[in-house]
């Protein structure tokens, strides 16, 4: 009821890095699918880089509509390109939030072009915004897009979603420029991020980096603002998924297929999953010849050399286990380095006995949910999911497995393997009951922003409320601590 108003009166505004081709077969990535399927649900429009690189420091920007989709465009630079996206996002932020300060590259100097683009993207969008609106920013490359938007004079609701894990303060704080990162939150009304252990090293990081605190009134006052942190566990589209004619291990009764679908990424543990299933060959021989690991692995930021280092990794590990257990009519692992057409994902999630997630760590993980949602109810397929996904906080039920842990892996795929039906069956009806309620996380973003939104009355100028829980603040024991902040920050 409360969603269908909001509707009616407010245009929804999505940012974020890139803006995907409505009309493309495939299209790999999960920030790009969750803001497709939320926009089908609001009315608005959607932001960003068109994915070309042209060589204007004041491009135009292109507005084009595709059914009921809108989408507001702009090209990067080259510069913008390197510097921006693979440079300050993808080789700093990225792997500093998912916890690898060994790949991330501090001595670039990207900095400064990371918060040019963002200027950039603010120039162009702030001309757009009616005073209705309702602006979500997404993701890693655009921390300070809220800050740039209210320096030209936006005073709408805004809001942040993280899609990506939130690393441990002590990795964040390893951002030369992190103090920087914490005040460009305060510039938001609501920050989202996907799992509790997500707001607890967030709060963390906050009270480390700019001495934030939590306030009585469960809001995080930092660098003179005050604002709400929320848990938004990403969802799908579960009803897209369900509808697949296709029945399990259809295609080939001889082998059962597990299924891999992740971006090539260092974060998703492939190297990890290789090895598990190269081990349990060696340890049970019973198993050779009635399995096949499918593993599709679109590339990905194939100019950051931490990428072209994985690809390597996996083409020499697949060939390995290939040349020692492969016969002439069965090859182990069918490793697809190319992106598998939307169409088609869910017959093949439906068709494979198993479906295998092995990240390190991993903000949420839509292929674990698209997968449960795939499945027929009454001959379920079972999902291994590692314990470092976000959505391993709520699909208990999976097949739990650490994947730093080879025999953990082995001993997860041999338990999947063996599952009988009656306990496949228990545990895909939880699942399932989960999964299906996840397709709110729109919605429920949306409604906590328009909230968080309201409580503000203008920047520099506090409300009543804010003036109140300023007072409030001395009362407040300078080490609150993060357990509290969880129960009250729980949102969709
Ligand atoms: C980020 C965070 C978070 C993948 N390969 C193909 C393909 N995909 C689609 C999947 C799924 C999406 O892309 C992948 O989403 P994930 O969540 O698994 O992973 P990331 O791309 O790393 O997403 C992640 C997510 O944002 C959302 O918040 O969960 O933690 O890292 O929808 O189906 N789609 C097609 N062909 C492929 O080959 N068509």
Same mark, same amino acid.
């Given at each position: ?87 300050y996002s993808n080789s700093v932020l990225w792997p500093v939030f998912h916890n690898r300060l060994d ?91 996907q799992t509790h252990r997500d707001v607890r090293n967030l709060i963390d990081f906050l009270q480390q980096s700019v001495f934030g605190s939590l306030l009585p009134s469960g809001r995080i006052r930092a660098c ?83 990428? %072209?280092?994985?690809? &390597?990794?996996?083409?020499? /590990?697949?060939? +390995?286990?290939?040349? $020692?257990? !492969? ?112 397709? %709110?996380?729109?919605? &429920?973003?949306?409604?906590? /922003?328009?909230? +968080?939104?309201?409580? $503000?009355? !203008? ?34």
């Amino acid at each position: 009821m409360a969603a269908r108003k909001e509707k009616a009166l407010s245009r929804l505004v999505m940012v974020s890095n890139r803006v995907i081709d409505f009309g493309a077969a495939s299209q790999a990535g999960g920030v790009s699918v969750a803001i497709y399927d939320a926009l089908a649900r609001h009315s608005g429009f959607w932001f960003g880089w068109n994915g070309q690189v042209e060589e204007t420091e004041t491009p135009e920007t292109v507005v084009s509509r595709d059914g009921n989709h809108t989408t507001a465009t702009i090209p990067l630079t080259a510069a913008d390109y390197n510097d921006f996206y693979l440079g300050y996002s993808n080789s700093v932020l990225w792997p500093v939030f998912h916890n690898r300060l060994d790949l991330a590259q501090f001595e670039a100097g990207y900095y400064s072009r990371y918060v040019a683009v963002n200027e950039k993207f603010a120039t162009h969008l702030a001309p757009l915004i009616e005073p209705d609106d309702v602006i979500w920013i997404h993701d890693y490359h655009l921390f300070p897009m809220a800050l740039e938007l209210r320096k030209r004079g936006i005073e709408n609701p805004i809001g942040f979603f993280l899609h990506i894990p939130v690393g441990p303060a002590q990795a964040l704080i390893a951002i030369p420029e992190h103090r920087e990162i914490a005040r460009a939150l305060g510039a938001y009304d609501l920050v989202g991020v996907q799992t509790h252990r997500d707001v607890r090293n967030l709060i963390d990081f906050l009270q480390q980096s700019v001495f934030g605190s939590l306030l009585p009134s469960g809001r995080i006052r930092a660098c003179d603002a005050e604002f709400d942190i929320g848990c938004f566990p990403v969802g799908i589209d579960s009803n897209y998924f369900a509808n697949s004619p296709i029945t399990q291990d259809g295609e080939n009764p001889e082998a059962s297929r597990i299924i891999g679908i992740d971006r090539l990424d260092y974060t998703k543990g492939l190297p990890q999953k290789f090895r598990a299933f190269g081990k349990l060959l060696e340890d049970c021989p019973e198993h050779r010849r009635r399995i096949v690991l499918s593993q599709f692995a679109p590339p990905t930021r194939e100019s950051v050399e931490a990428y %072209a280092d994985i690809r &390597s990794e996996l083409e020499s /590990l697949s060939g +390995a286990i290939n040349g $020692r257990f !492969g016969e002439l009519d069965w090859v182990p692992i069918n490793y697809i380095h190319r992106p598998i057409p939307r169409s088609e994902l869910r017959d093949v999630y439906r068709s494979s006995r198993i479906c295998w997630v092995t990240p390190l760590m991993d903000g949420m993980n839509l292929v674990s949910k698209e997968y449960v949602a795939s499945q027929d109810p009454k001959d379920p397929g079972v999902l291994i999911l590692s314990k470092f996904a976000g959505a391993a906080e709520q699909l208990r039920d999976a097949v739990l497995v650490n994947p730093y842990d080879p025999n953990d892996m082995v001993q997860g795929l041999r338990k999947a393997l063996e599952m009988p039906i009656d306990e496949r069956v228990a545990r895909h009806d939880k699942l399932a009951s989960i999964v299906c309620k996840s397709d %709110a996380w729109g919605t &429920s973003f949306f409604s906590a /922003l328009v909230k +968080a939104g309201k409580r $503000r009355t !203008g920047r520099g100028q506090p409300s009543a409320r804010v003036r109140a829980a300023m007072k409030r603040l001395d009362t407040v024991p300078k080490k609150a601590g993060p357990k509290k902040s969880v129960a009250a920050h729980v949102g969709g």
